[in-house]
């Protein structure tokens, strides 16, 4: 929502002009803060604001978790702003140095995803992996609701039509009808090309993984072939897109297992879906378009777009890398790991995502105390119960109490001179990470000093307001190595 009310401001002001106004080959130089601008082309500035305000979610995405919120709204300005309106011009604007020649990107797989998909691969590089994603006991950080990636990713999939049949600009002219539909069909193709590619792929086991239908994998397959189409959505026979949908599937599949191997950690993997499906979308379309080099034609298209993408990965790269570089520098790209474990709803915004009053329900309200003192629910599944460790709080918020919310869910303060539990059978691993014989496992010495460190240690919940903070079990991390 923020990359839309961000993206809003920032493409009225500065974005437009650049990508649209009158000006060279490289930018435009007019209609800043809308000056001047004809109210007749209102229309098209809303139309591309949209694209503008997307290339700025791919980013959000691989730097999900962790990324502090100022480095947010930073980065989302720069880009709707200038990265991405500086590479519309290019292709799109009747002036643009890629526009008068053979460059063909008709609804965006270089100009949008590969410039977001490029910025989003630094900003993950730069900002590093989210805590307990990899090392001795890293492991796979799941999202939290399958249903929700459900209805988003299905958002997603209905707004590619739009996205791609819009991109005629023009409904009303000879011909505009058959190219709108032509455009819808083959996104629609090529979607479920890269989504069933995907899903029996990973069933396969090729992928080195559990041998499962995978929903989440599917989605981004079949999202990865709609990246891929928008190049050439209007000139593409049906056939192509599924073949063009097909291949984007495995590139995606591809590009997830290589990221965690070289340790870079995309929890949306948006930079599989955006940086591989653009660029592959890009030569995609030199191949099979009407007239094609799968037909016989000119290899002219594919040399053009293909500078036109080396254009992109050097612009939209070497901005986000100075803009990731710099903020990391000042310390103000990442937020500290105890923010980060306790969760930036709370902490940041005062408003959890998942309050217990949302989802407690009498069968759930049972609890039982065991031996060594642990409050444990006797009815909730293992996933929505877990220990709390005193430890663990007092390493966190040294002198300060602080509320955990327990499974029953009733809540209890802890704070100095609260004495760990014993290990417990039920939760072992919790207990071997934040606590031994001799202490904590992490010295709070051992962390580096952080920017928001005052931040998450005086937050006022913790001078007399409840925070409703939420264990995980099962999560291993080791927050030494921050």
């Not at 020649?101 to 993950?124: C, E, K």
């Not at 189409?229 to 026979?237: E, L």
Request: glycine share 12%; aromatic share 12%.
């Amino acid at each position: 929502m923020l990359d839309v009310f961000i993206g809003g401001i920032s493409y009225w002001l500065v974005g437009f002009p650049l990508a649209f106004g009158e000006g060279n080959s490289f930018c435009g130089t007019t209609y800043w803060a809308s000056y001047e601008l004809p109210d007749e082309r209102l229309a098209f500035w809303f139309f591309q604001f949209v694209f503008a305000a997307t290339a700025a979610t791919i980013v959000s995405g691989s730097m999900a978790e962790r990324c502090a919120f100022n480095a947010y709204l930073i980065y989302s300005i720069v880009l709707t702003a200038v990265v991405y309106p500086v590479v519309s011009h290019w292709a799109w604007s009747d002036s643009g140095w890629l526009s008068v020649r053979a460059y063909q990107d008709f609804a965006g797989s270089g100009v949008v995803h590969l410039t977001g998909g490029v910025a989003a691969l630094m900003g993950a590089i730069i900002l590093g992996p989210r805590a307990g994603r990899f090392g001795s006991k890293g492991m796979d950080l799941r999202g939290h609701s399958v249903p929700l990636a459900a209805l988003g990713g299905f958002i997603l999939l209905f707004g590619f039509l739009a996205f791609n049949g819009g991109s005629q600009a023009s409904i009303s002219q000879e011909g505009d009808a058959s190219a709108v539909a032509k455009a819808i069909v083959n996104t629609v193709l090529s979607g479920s090309a890269g989504g069933i590619t995907v899903l029996l792929v990973y069933r396969s086991g090729a992928c080195g993984r559990p041998s499962t239908w995978s929903f989440l994998m599917a989605l981004n397959g079949a999202l990865t072939g709609m990246v891929s189409i928008c190049a050439g959505c209007n000139v593409v026979w049906p056939w192509g897109a599924v073949v063009i949908g097909s291949i984007a599937g495995m590139i995606f599949l591809g590009i997830h297992i290589l990221l965690p191997m070289v340790k870079v950690d995309d929890p949306l993997d948006a930079v599989a879906v955006h940086m591989g499906g653009g660029f592959w979308g890009l030569i995609a379309v030199s191949l099979f378009k009407d007239g094609g080099i799968v037909y016989g034609g000119s290899t002219e298209v594919l040399a053009w777009n293909l500078a036109g993408a080396m254009a992109i990965l050097g612009w939209s790269g070497g901005l986000s890398s100075l803009m990731f570089g710099t903020l990391r520098l000042l310390g103000m790209l990442r937020v500290p790991p105890e923010m980060e474990l306790q969760g930036l709803d709370i902490l940041k915004h005062g408003e959890p995502a998942y309050p217990a009053e949302a989802w407690i329900e009498d069968q759930y309200s049972s609890s039982i105390t065991t031996e060594n003192g642990v409050n444990r629910n006797i009815y909730l599944p293992p996933n929505m119960s877990s220990f709390w460790h005193p430890s663990w709080a007092n390493y966190l918020n040294p002198g300060q109490p602080m509320y955990w919310t327990l499974p029953d869910p009733r809540r209890a303060r802890i704070g100095p001179g609260s004495r760990p539990h014993p290990q417990t059978p039920a939760s072992p691993k919790m207990n071997d990470l934040f606590y031994s014989d001799k202490g904590p496992n992490i010295s709070p010495a051992s962390r580096p000093r952080h920017h928001e460190s005052d931040e998450a240690r005086d937050h006022r919940s913790l001078r007399g307001h409840m925070t409703k903070a939420y264990s995980n079990e099962g999560f291993e991390v080791e927050v030494s190595k921050f």
